[in-house]
C-alpha cells in the first residue's frame, strides 16, 4: 500500500506497489479492523464508503484452504478492491507490511505474541518491552524513511501513546508523528497538513475496539463505523482538489462464541510438551519441546479436525504462509501452528488476562472474513 502512495508522490521503491494516480498530497486512512467483508455487509451503515466500494473491483472467492501469503487479490478498476492482509492476520504484523512494504517473513512482525530467540519469552508486539530494540528487531528502512528521504514530506496520526511506542519505531519509524485523541480531531489535523503536498497517514482504531467487545455486526460496531463515515466524507470534502484519498485496513474479524473456544488450561493433554502459547487464539503459535513439533502437530490435528489448519513451522514456510523468510526471523515463528478455520479459537485461561478471554471479536486465521481487506481511493475534485 505504502509504496504505491510514494509512487503517486514521484518516489519509486524496490517494491510491489498497488497503482494511484499521480499526485502532489496522498493521504492514507488505515481502519483497525475493518474487513471487507463486515463493510460489505454493512454498507448502509456507511454511505461514504460504500461510495468508494462501488467504484469497482471484485469480491474474490473462498480459497479452500490457507491463501499463505500478504498480496493484492483481485485487479483494481475503479475506486474499490480487495486487499489480503498478511499471516497473522492481526495489527501488528499487518501494520509491519503496509508500513516495510515486505511481507511478515521478511520484516519479522510475525504475530500479536511471539518468541524472542534472545530472551527465551514472548515478545507482545503491540505493547512492546523496554528490553527489545525495535530498529534491531526490524532493521530494514520503513517506506516513510525512504519517502523522508527522498524529499517528501511524511506525517503520521494517532493516540498520543503511540508517538516513539515499539511498533511505531519498528514499522512506521520515519515519518513526523502527531498525537490526537479523537477521531474528529484526527481529520481536523489531516486536512491542515495535507494544506501542503506530501504523506499523510492517520489510524483509528475504535472500530476494532467495537468488533473486539461487542462483535463485529453489532450496534456497537455499527455506531463506530458509521462515526468514522461522517468523519472521512468530511475529510474527503475539505481538503484541495488532486488529493488522493485511500482508506484500508489491516484485517478483518470472526465472532467467536466462549463455547466454541480450546482452553488448553483443561488440557493437559495437549500441552504436554509444549513450552509457550503465543500467536493469536485464532493463529495460535506454540513453541514446543526440541523434537516435538510433530508429535505436537499431531495431538492438535486430531483435536481440532476440520475446525483448524493444524501446520509444523517448516510445513507453514513451505506452503508460504508468511512470504519469504528470513534466517533471522525464522525462530521467532511457533513450532506448531493451529489456524482457525470455523468459528473457533485456542486459548489459555491461565496466562491471558480475563478481559482479553471475554472479547467477543477475533482475528488472527487465513479466512477471508479476516484477510481480506478493503483498498479504497478517491480522488478529490
Not at 474528529?184 to 489531516?190: H, K, L, N
Request: proline share 8%.
Amino acid at each position: 500500500m505504502l509504496p504505491g502512495a510514494a509512487a503517486a508522490l514521484g518516489v519509486r521503491l524496490p517494491l510491489p506497489a498497488v497503482e494511484l494516480p499521480a499526485a502532489e498530497r496522498v493521504c492514507v486512512v488505515l481502519v483497525d479492523g475493518l474487513g471487507y467483508r463486515q463493510l460489505s455487509e454493512h454498507r448502509r451503515s456507511a454511505p461514504f464508503l460504500a461510495t468508494l466500494l462501488d467504484g469497482g473491483g471484485s469480491d474474490p472467492s473462498d480459497p479452500s484452504g490457507p491463501s499463505g501469503h500478504s498480496g493484492e487479490r483481485g485487479d483494481r478498476d475503479g475506486g474499490g478492491d480487495v486487499l489480503q492482509a498478511g499471516c497473522p492476520s492481526t495489527t501488528a504484523t499487518s501494520l509491519g507490511s503496509l508500513g516495510t512494504g515486505r511481507p511478515p517473513g521478511s520484516h519479522g512482525l510475525v504475530g500479536y505474541e511471539v518468541l524472542d530467540p534472545g530472551s527465551g519469552r514472548l515478545l507482545n508486539e503491540l505493547r512492546w518491552s523496554p528490553d527489545v530494540d525495535p530498529v534491531r528487531w526490524q532493521p530494514g528502512a520503513t517506506v516513510f524513511e525512504q519517502v523522508a528521504a527522498a524529499g517528501v514530506a511524511v506525517h503520521s496520526i494517532g493516540a498520543p501513546e503511540f508517538d516513539g511506542s515499539g511498533l511505531t519505531e519498528a514499522a512506521l519509524r520515519g515519518a513526523r508523528f502527531h498525537g490526537v485523541r479523537r477521531w474528529p480531531g484526527r481529520v481536523d489535523a489531516a486536512i491542515e497538513l495535507l494544506a501542503e503536498p506530501g504523506l499523510v497517514y492517520a489510524y483509528w482504531g475504535d472500530v476494532d475496539g467495537a468488533g473486539h467487545v461487542y462483535g463485529p455486526g453489532s450496534s456497537a460496531w455499527r455506531r463506530e463505523l458509521r462515526h468514522l463515515d461522517r468523519g472521512l466524507d468530511r475529510l474527503a470534502r475539505s481538503v484541495p482538489h488532486g488529493t488522493v484519498l485511500v482508506v484500508t485496513a489491516d484485517h478483518g474479524m470472526v465472532d467467536v462464541p466462549h463455547e466454541s473456544r480450546l482452553d488448553l488450561a483443561e488440557r493437559p493433554d495437549l500441552t504436554r510438551e509444549v513450552r509457550l502459547v503465543g500467536g493469536d487464539p485464532r493463529l495460535a503459535q506454540l513453541y514446543v519441546e526440541p523434537g516435538a513439533g510433530d508429535r505436537v502437530a499431531g495431538r492438535f490435528a486430531d483435536e481440532a479436525g476440520d475446525r483448524a489448519w493444524v501446520r509444523t513451522r517448516d510445513e507453514a514456510v513451505a506452503e508460504g504462509w508468511f512470504g519469504p523468510v528470513d534466517a533471522a526471523v525464522l525462530p521467532r515463528i511457533g513450532d506448531v501452528l493451529v489456524a482457525a478455520r470455523s468459528q473457533w479459537a485456542v486459548v489459555d485461561s491461565r496466562t491471558t488476562p480475563k478481559t482479553l478471554l471475554s472479547l467477543e471479536g477475533q482475528h488472527g486465521s487465513l479466512t477471508p472474513e479476516e484477510q481480506d481487506i478493503p483498498l479504497l481511493t478517491t480522488v478529490v475534485h
